[in-house]
């Protein structure tokens, strides 16, 4: 029965063998790429459909290497097919980008037998990836935030300034704006370090002032300590 069915799909043993490694490795390299991403990922920008994607596009791009087998005409046949294919799903984080392109590859390297290399150029990447993940490394040590206050009559310019420059911290004035009896004002707040407390007092105390209809705090960055 197996020889009946090794006829029927025109492969001889050892390439089936090996079809079957590839893509069987490359599902488990996904899964360990996908759970690297998992773990060392930082942001809002995380969706769970991106780690089937992950999975799926090496075992994918190996049956696509398998097909091809140095055919010429088969190649140029599947550059002719991608081309019709239009990708419209935008890319947020760069960083999203080379995980992509690490699934790719470690596809490409499965579906042309190179096993080895892939195992241990897949086992270099994800410690890489988490060794940076664990020092932390490029989250800068400052800290900016974005403070908008509005309010009604005369702006409070010498109290604010009084409270910020007591709290220690570098102000810019991003906008202000005003229209009729209301006025907005953006100020960029820069700290030595990340510090939440420092901001909840500045914007309590600042909320107490009577001018003041509405206090709000924004942080640009990705991710901050709370």
């Given amino acids: 029965m197996w020889q009946a069915f090794m006829e029927l799909i025109t492969v001889t043993p050892d390439l089936f063998n090996r079809f079957v490694i590839g893509v069987l490795l490359s599902i488990g390299i996904g899964l360990g790429i996908a759970l690297v991403y998992k773990i060392t990922h930082r942001g809002l920008s995380y969706e769970a459909t991106f780690l089937t994607s992950l999975v799926a596009i090496a075992p994918v791009v190996a049956c696509v290497m398998f097909f091809i087998q140095g055919n010429l005409v088969l190649s140029l046949g599947l550059v002719g097919s991608l081309s019709i294919i239009r990708f419209r799903t935008p890319i947020k984080d760069s960083r999203d980008m080379v995980f992509l392109f690490w699934s790719i590859t470690a596809g490409l390297g499965a579906g ?28 800068p040590k400052r800290a900016e935030y974005v403070l908008i206050i509005k309010g009604n009559g005369p702006y409070p310019a010498g109290e604010l300034d009084q ?5 220690k911290i570098e102000a810019y004035l991003r906008s202000h704006e005003v229209k009729e009896e209301q006025w907005e004002r953006i ?14 007092q500045l914007t309590s105390i600042i909320s107490e002032l009577e001018q003041l209809t509405s206090v709000s705090i924004l942080a640009p960055q990705l991710v901050l300590p709370i």
């Fill in 163 to 167: 409270l910020i420059t007591g709290f």
């Fill in 187 to 200: 100020i960029e707040l820069r700290l030595a370090k990340a510090d939440p407390q420092v901001i909840d």
């Fill in 112 to 139: 042309t037998n190179n096993l080895g290399i892939v195992i241990v150029a897949s086992v270099m990447i994800a410690i890489m990836f988490i060794i940076m993940h664990l020092v932390n490394y490029g989250i």
